[in-house]
């Protein structure tokens, strides 16, 4: 079943806010809803969102963003991944920031 299927409930998901630099975004099990990647509208950015406490663990989703596309959004908000042990994420770019959407799970 998806996410959320047959439960008869609205599920609400939490949000890291804006983050410009290498983050614990949750620890514990989630799912991951969305990422987000913003530029500062000249340089190339990465976004790296790994299940874990670091950036050894399973990487989920990786954006990369040219800054000469424009500031963003760059992404997918509809992820819907499963994350065991939480969320690290990892950016790179100058101005570069991100958001990141999930739902905790017991």
């Known amino acids: 079943k998806a996410f959320g299927e047959g439960m008869g409930v609205h599920v609400v998901a939490e949000g890291s806010g804006k983050l410009e630099a290498t983050a614990q975004v949750h620890t514990g099990k989630c799912v991951l809803k ?8 000249t340089n190339d950015a990465t976004l790296a969102v790994y299940d874990g406490t ?9 954006v990369h963003a040219k800054g ?7 992404g997918d908000t ?21 958001l990141i959407d999930y739902v905790k799970r017991g």
């Open 34 to 41: 969305g990422v987000l990647l913003y530029t500062d509208g």
């Open 78 to 98: 509809s992820v819907m991944l499963r994350c065991q042990t939480g969320i690290w994420a990892t950016v790179t770019g100058t101005g570069a920031y991100f």
């Open 68 to 74: 000469s596309d424009g500031k963003g959004p760059f």
């Open 54 to 62: 670091d950036a050894t663990g399973k990487l989920l989703r990786e």
